[in-house]
Structure formats: structure tokens, C-alpha cells
């Protein structure tokens, strides 16, 4: 049985990194482009040399870009596990905690109906006692008057 509030809790939190990452993503691709419009606007190289330099380097950032989404699947799938070991562990808690009240109550329910036997008793001793007090007033009363 899971708990909606819970999984709301760890959503966001999912929402948060995942919001992240894509910033990072796309801020890594603004930065690429921004350098590569920077080279070939002050290069002083030729034609051929700058071709191979600009092959280079997007091999290069190519292999970022492949270690980055390597990376990001990683994060997601630790996310997934974290979820996934915490609503195991929350679940597991509940369990936990449904036993230990049910063992209390286990526990208290013969106190409980003891209480009630002594609160009945308590009761009891109180009727007879206004029942004596309202004879003996009677009497008290028959008395007087026959003086």
C-alpha cells in the first residue's frame, strides 16, 4: 500500500535534478557553439588547417557530449534505485509500525477491560452507597416527624 503524499515528495526532487541536467545540456551546447562561431571568426589559420582543427575538435566535444548523456543515464538510473530502495524502506517501516500497534493493543486490551471491571465495580459501590444514604435520609426524616 503506498502513500501518494510520498511519492509526490520524491517527484520533485526527481523534477529538480532532471531540470537540472537539462540546463546544463543545453548551456554545454551554447558554449560549443559560441566557441566554434568564436574560432572561425579570429582564426588565423588556413582553410585546410582550420577544416582539420574544427574535425578535431568536434571529435573532441563529441566525446564530451557522449561522456555527459553517459553520465546523465547514470544519474537516472540511480534516481531510479534511490526511489525505488526508499519505498521499499518506507513500506517496510509501515509494516513495521502497524505491527508494533497491533502488538500493543495486544497488550492493553486486558488493562482496558480491567479498567472497565473497576470503573463498574466503582460504579456499583457508588449506586448502593446513594441508595443507603437515600434510606437512611428516609428514615431520618420518619423519624422526625413521628417525634
Known sequence: MSNPSLIRRVNPIKDVLMMNVKRLSTGILVGLAAGAVTTLLSTPQSGRELRGTIKETKDHWSDHV????????????????????????????????????????????PHINNLHEELEAIQSAMEELERTINQNQSTSSTTSSNE
Open 66 to 109: 557522449l561522456e555527459i548523456q553517459m553520465n546523465i543515464q547514470q544519474i537516472k538510473e540511480s534516481i531510479q534505485q534511490v526511489s525505488k530502495e526508499g519505498k521499499e524502506s518506507i513500506q517496510s517501516a509501515l509494516m513495521e509500525l502497524k505491527e508494533s500497534v497491533q502488538q500493543w493493543k495486544k497488550e492493553a486490551d
